[in-house]
């Protein structure tokens, strides 16, 4: 398989041997195999020495930005905020503000009560209130006090909390990377002998078992040391569980002026700490918004529901961090040498995205933090890098390949004045300078622009065809199809298009278009006979088509001609499948119209020269006023029959103007026209309209529609007895509206019911009370409502009245 476009051009020209193909390939897989150990190993050292860390910082914080999780309700923070201090007084308080703040916190019973405020150092001013905190200290019982790092002149020092006071201790340092971010704590700071376990670690232990901090999910122990002695271990990177506010937090001032409900703090972590603008102690974390940092208060909630859920993210272990960094890289290789270059191109950027989102998801679903940047390096770098490389020796060996081309005599002519690639004024320089490249790329295209043009022009010619065309071989199998006929028969015609698939027969074309395809395989036996295997030299008569009706009933015309070659004979036949369903259409409406022509409108007429001709004869001749009574109902008759008709073709018309109307309106409209003809039948008529004004507003054209309601309310006064009902009801369907006009008349048997919309068709013509109609009426009801996109239906039954719905889309 052609690896290169180099060797896909070489074995489309078919004059590259064997052997030199091998050269090339060998060649491809050497260049292959250097670029890509490079670039592993470019990406290896990206990994290894960190030059990617602001990258994957970026991405770890996109992924702990968008993975979501509720806070716990067990944390609750009570904020040294600005209203607190504005009603207390600048910072710091006095002691006894704290003493009483913790008397009421521990009345409620919480688990446990970190205070995140530094009192390292006595109060000198206020010695009685150090001993009031003291004492609120030791009857709750549960406080835990954080430890101060701060420099001192023999390098890091630590300051424990006053003594005496009896309290947990942990410390609060953050750690935050180097471009300022807080992103993790570790578990375990301090000097040699004197390690601290954190303030969170502390909170989360406090009154349960002993568990050392290495028994949590974390990262380590690393043991980094400073140059001061300081060591830190056990990383905790932290899935924050939202932005700055997310935990449940109550004011100081709440707390003191006794506002919050009895037993609010039981058995709940209560934090203790500043929130007020000011106090400096706030950092940017990853899921920080529009500048705002998050207090130190909150970064020490967050840590400690990352304890109790042990839901640190961690990262992924050496083996399976290398599997993720270098698959990738490795896959992207192999897309670029296998495949094509678009899908290359698509498979390197999927490799891209989803080597992103398997960061993202890792964070997001395992708490694994896998880090990306090195892995996308390798994946963007190998595309372009190899297709430069692919493009230089394709551009070679084209160069070289017309070189051979352009010395054999007579197969390109190459203009007076543009030189020979191989002449002794170019040398091989010149066969690689641009000039010469232009100048071999214009022979090329002046050898493919005459087959081109003409492909294109019989491609455009088939297309351009107005029905649907193929073009069979001798043999009967499909070689070429115009749209319209893929269109046609898609499950024979699918795979014209892939040149490995066999090609398919006219014979299954004809089974798949055709519900009785006999006829058209008999057509196309004898086009085959006639073409095929009748003797050229003589003319013969080309067999006229064959009409046949559709899968989807439409009628088509099946017809076939010789495709003939430069010699005469054939190589092939066109077959062409024409829809004649509007040719039909045209004949069914003639024929209807030389019928009312021809009967329905001359039957009146004649019994009017009837009538006159009666009128001649004294003996027979008919009263005066019988004479006009007559004449004037077969005039009316003809009159009806002309508007019916003139009604008819206008709703058959193409064009309609459609205007928003209130349906509701429309059917009061057709109504009105018929309460006299109801009164004079002695017959109630009842209007329902059961929707909004609003909802029954749609696009139609009034006056059609109600033309074709009153038809039907027409229909149902005339046919019903006295003393009856006719109801006619506008109400909503899910797919619109709905009107249904309902007598109480004879019904109409089910038998009968098929006849209803056939033109001319009158189902009691027969009976001798039947009303006079032109059998136009529902046909012209049946256009209307169809070419508003609705359709009508009927329910009755021989002796239950009968019920017209017509549905109509909003």
């Keep these: 398989m052609p690896t290169s476009l180099a060797q896909l051009a070489a074995r489309a020209l078919g004059r590259v041997p064997a052997r030199m193909m091998a050269g090339y390939q060998r060649r491809t897989l050497v260049e292959w195999s250097l670029l890509t150990a490079a670039v592993l190993a470019l990406v290896a050292a990206c990994a290894v020495l960190g030059w990617s860390e602001r990258a994957d910082k970026a991405v770890y914080d996109l992924s702990v930005a968008a993975q979501h999780h509720a806070p716990g309700d067990e944390i609750v923070i009570v904020a040294i905020d600005d209203p607190s201090i504005s009603a207390i007084g600048r910072w710091p308080w006095r002691r006894w503000v704290l003493a009483d703040l913790i008397d009421r916190i521990a009345a409620d019973a919480p688990r446990v009560i970190g205070v995140d405020v530094i009192l390292s150092e006595p109060d000198a001013l206020h010695p009685e209130d150090d001993r009031a905190l003291a004492g609120s200290m030791a009857r709750a019982g549960n406080v835990v006090l954080p430890a101060l790092a701060e420099a001192g002149r023999d390098g890091l020092l630590v300051r424990y909390p006053l003594t005496g006071l009896g309290s947990e201790v942990g410390h609060i340092n953050i ?157 992207a290789s192999l897309a670029s040498l296998t495949l094509t270059p678009r899908n290359a191109l698509l498979v390197t950027v999927v490799l891209l995205a989803g080597t992103l989102a398997a960061s993202l998801l890792l964070v997001v679903l395992g708490h694994f933090w896998f880090a990306p940047a090195s892995a996308v390096l390798g994946c963007s770098l190998l595309y372009p890098l190899w297709s430069w490389r692919r493009q230089e020796a394709a551009l070679q060996f084209l160069t070289d390949e017309l070189a051979q081309l352009e010395q054999e005599p007579g197969l390109l002519a190459m203009p007076a004045g543009e030189g020979e690639v191989g002449s002794k004024s170019g040398g091989k320089s010149d066969r690689k300078s641009g000039r010469n490249l232009d100048t071999r790329m214009r022979a090329v295209y002046r050898m493919t622009t005459r087959l081109r043009d003409m492909r294109q022009f019989l491609a455009d010619g088939l297309e351009g065809l107005p029905e649907a065309t193929v073009i069979c071989d001798r043999g009967g199998r499909v070689l070429l199809a115009n749209r319209r006929g893929l269109l046609l028969a898609p499950r024979t015609l699918g795979p014209l298009g892939d040149m490995n698939a066999p090609r398919p027969g006219i014979r299954e074309l004809i089974n798949e278009v055709f519900v009785q395809p006999k006829a058209g395989l008999d057509y196309w036996d004898q086009l085959c006979s006639v073409y095929v295997e009748a003797d050229a030299a003589h003319p013969v008569q080309a067999p006229p088509g064959v009409e046949l009706e559709a899968r989807d009933e439409h009628p088509m015309l099946l017809r076939g001609a010789p495709l003939r070659s430069d010699t005469g004979g054939v190589a092939g036949l066109i077959v062409s499948v024409i829809d004649i369903t509007q040719v039909r259409m045209a004949e069914r409406r003639r024929e209807e119209s030389l019928r009312f022509i021809s009967h329905d409108m001359r039957s009146p007429q004649s019994s009017i020269l009837a009538l006159i001709d009666l009128q001649n004869e004294p003996g027979r001749a008919l009263p005066e006023a019988a004479l006009l009574a007559r004449i004037g109902e077969h005039a009316n008759r003809t009159l009806e029959l002309a508007d019916d008709f003139i009604r008819l073709a206008r709703a058959e018309a193409t064009h309609l103007n459609f205007i928003e109307v209130d349906l509701a309106g429309v059917v009061l409209d057709a109504t009105d026209e018929l309460w006299a003809l109801a009164s004079a039948a002695r017959i109630e008529l009842k209007v329902e309209v059961d929707v909004e004004e609003e909802q029954s507003q749609l696009l139609a054209e009034p006056v059609l529609l109600v033309r074709a309601i009153a038809n039907l309310v027409s ?96």
């Design 175 to 331: 750690a935050v990377d180097l471009d300022g971010i807080a992103r993790q704590v570790f578990l375990q700071e301090g000097l040699p002998g004197r390690q601290l376990n954190h303030f969170s670690a502390a909170m989360v232990g406090f009154g349960k078992p002993p568990r050392p901090v290495s028994a949590y999910r974390h990262d380590g122990p690393e043991d980094d040391r400073g140059a001061d002695g300081w060591t830190r271990d056990y990383r905790l990177r932290i899935p924050f569980a939202g932005p700055p506010g997310t935990f449940r937090q109550v004011s100081v001032l709440d707390v003191l002026g006794g506002t919050l409900p009895r037993d609010f703090f039981r058995g709940k972590s209560v934090l203790v700490g500043a929130t007020a603008s000011g106090l400096g102690d706030v950092f940017p974390t990853p899921v920080s918004r529009n500048g705002h940092g998050m207090s130190g208060v909150e970064i020490i909630a967050n840590a400690m529901q990352t304890l109790q859920r042990d839901t640190a993210i961690v990262t992924l272990p050496a083996p399976w961090f290398w599997l993720c960094t270098l698959l990738p890289v490795l896959l």
């Design 715 to 810: 229909n149902a006064i005339k046919f019903s007895p006295p003393q009856t009902t006719v109801t006619v009801r506008l109400y909503r369907v899910p797919q619109g509206l709905a009107i249904d006009v309902a007598d109480q008349g004879r019904g109409i048997a089910e038998q009968d019911q098929g006849r209803l919309f056939q033109p001319f068709a009158r189902l009691r013509d027969t009976e001798q009370d039947a009303p006079a109609g032109s059998g136009l009426g529902l046909v012209f009801v049946k256009t209307v409502v169809e070419r508003h996109g609705g359709e009508i239906k009927l329910t009755s039954a021989a002796g239950a009245g009968a019920t017209f719905t017509i549905f109509l889309p909003c």
